[in-house]
């Protein structure tokens, strides 16, 4: 059983930055890819970033190229989002997840482990 819990969520001005880090707790972490996700009111759970259980691989939504950076450190059992120039509409929840085993790292139904969550405002 793998438990997550996210850090590092806050209140910043648009064009600011923030970090998210995600501890993870109960596995052997580097078995497992990583994500994260994001909700804003009213809308769907989204995609955010993605990476593999090495770190080897990373993918990220179109909305957030270039402006995040998804990274990890199995070693200290971390995963971390780097938010860069951001916008009024990354407004949201942040939920970092992990699994074993996907086919798709943007389906977050194929993720088993979830964070409680970390919010994220961004004010124009």
């Known amino acids: 059983q793998v438990q997550l819990v996210e850090s590092g969520g806050g209140l910043v001005q648009a064009g600011g930055s923030l970090r998210l880090s995600c501890a993870a707790s109960?596995?052997?972490?580097?078995?497992?890819?990583m994500g994260w996700f994001r909700q804003a009111p009213g809308k769907e759970r989204e995609f955010v970033a993605a990476i593999s259980r090495a770190g080897v691989t990373t993918l990220y939504a179109d909305s957030v190229k270039g402006r995040f950076i998804i990274s990890r450190d199995n070693a200290k059992k971390m995963m971390y989002l780097q938010m860069n120039s951001l916008k009024p509409e990354d407004t949201a929840v942040y939920y970092c997840?992990?699994?074993?085993?996907?086919?798709?790292?943007?389906?977050?139904?194929?993720?088993?482990?979830w964070g409680q969550g970390t919010q994220v405002t961004v004010s124009s």
């Open positions: 997840a992990s699994a074993s085993g996907l086919s798709d790292y943007r389906a977050k139904n194929e993720y088993r482990y």
């Open positions: 109960g596995g052997t972490i580097g078995t497992y890819a």
